[in-house]
């Protein structure tokens, strides 16, 4: 069982940046894929960032790449997203994941475990 706890939303204009953390219970975080999603209003809920266990490989939606970096610490059993040059279009309820695998996955459905969720709202 993994519990996660995500904080660091808030309110932020265009351009600016957040950064979020998941902080993870459990002795072998280093054995989960770690990912954020996020969801809109009306809209699903989308892959944003994942991370391997290892934290050696990554991947991203391309509306983020070059603007957010995933990252984590095995030792702390948290993850990270660094969200810079925030748009509007960003604003969503991010969540945390975790799903038992050693490389990184995209899917919502391949996920086992889920933070609360925090808001992010980007003004214009």
């Known amino acids: 069982q993994v519990q996660l706890v995500e904080s660091g939303g808030g309110l932020v204009q265009a351009g600016g940046s957040l950064r979020l953390s998941c902080a993870a219970s459990g002795r072998t975080f280093r054995y989960y894929a770690m990912g954020w999603f996020r969801q809109a209003p009306g809209k699903e809920r989308e892959f944003v960032a994942a991370?391997?266990?290892?934290?050696?490989?990554?991947d991203y939606t391309d509306s983020v790449k070059g603007r957010f970096t995933i990252s984590r610490d095995n030792a702390k059993n948290t993850v990270s997203l660094q969200m810079n040059s925030l748009k509007p279009e960003d604003t969503a309820v991010y969540y945390c994941a975790a799903c038992r695998s050693a490389i990184v996955r995209f899917g919502v459905n391949e996920y086992n475990y889920w933070g609360q969720g925090t808001q992010v709202t980007v003004s214009s």
């Open positions: 991370i391997s266990g290892s934290g050696g490989s990554t």
